[in-house]
């Protein structure tokens, strides 16, 4: 029960904070994502399987506050923690040493992924008639954005491990 609680509180903070927070603080091209990043830490710290139900509530929760469509953020969180998942398992990851070029890759290619199916989803697949003014400035915020989600995930790392010791609410790898 104390988990359930411990990660509830922290969904929701991250919720609260990137919908209500950062965004009003920085561009929205040059923000990058604090839920995406917890998802990542999260998934890196329990797997994919029991870190599923919060990437769901996590998804469901960042749709409700930025107003965007219903799992819209579900399937990139679900993705993202799918990947992260699939290559951590494959190369039995640790976040020291050579893991941490793994964490890079991770982070990039989640942040990547991300503003690849945004922007999919603002402009479809038909492209011929689109306008495209929204293109450059969207490609030009995505070196902040990596360089906030790196702070971002050490952030989140660091407070998931020490919540998990001190509350004793699972194994602190």
């Not at 360089?147 to 989140?156: A, H, R």
Request: glycine share 8%.
């Amino acid at each position: 029960m104390r988990r359930f609680i411990v990660y509830f509180l922290v969904v929701l903070l991250a919720v609260i904070l990137q919908s209500n927070f950062f965004s009003l603080i920085f561009p929205n091209q040059w923000c990058g994502n604090l839920v995406l990043m917890l998802v990542v830490v999260g998934t890196l710290m329990d797997g994919f399987e029991p870190f599923l139900g919060w990437t769901i509530l996590a998804g469901v929760f960042f749709d409700l506050a930025s107003f965007s469509f219903l799992g819209q953020s579900v399937i990139i969180f679900t993705l993202a923690s799918y990947g992260v998942s699939f290559f951590s398992k494959r190369f039995a990851m640790e976040i020291r040493g050579s893991g941490l070029l793994w964490v890079v890759f991770f982070v990039i290619m989640s942040t990547l992924g991300e503003r690849i199916l945004m922007f999919w989803w603002q402009f479809g697949f038909t492209w011929s008639d689109k306008n495209f003014s929204n293109f450059f400035p969207w490609t030009s915020g995505i070196f902040c954005a990596l360089v906030f989600n790196f702070l971002v995930f050490f952030g989140w790392l660091w407070l998931l491990r020490r919540l998990r010791k001190y509350l004793g609410v699972g194994p602190v790898k």
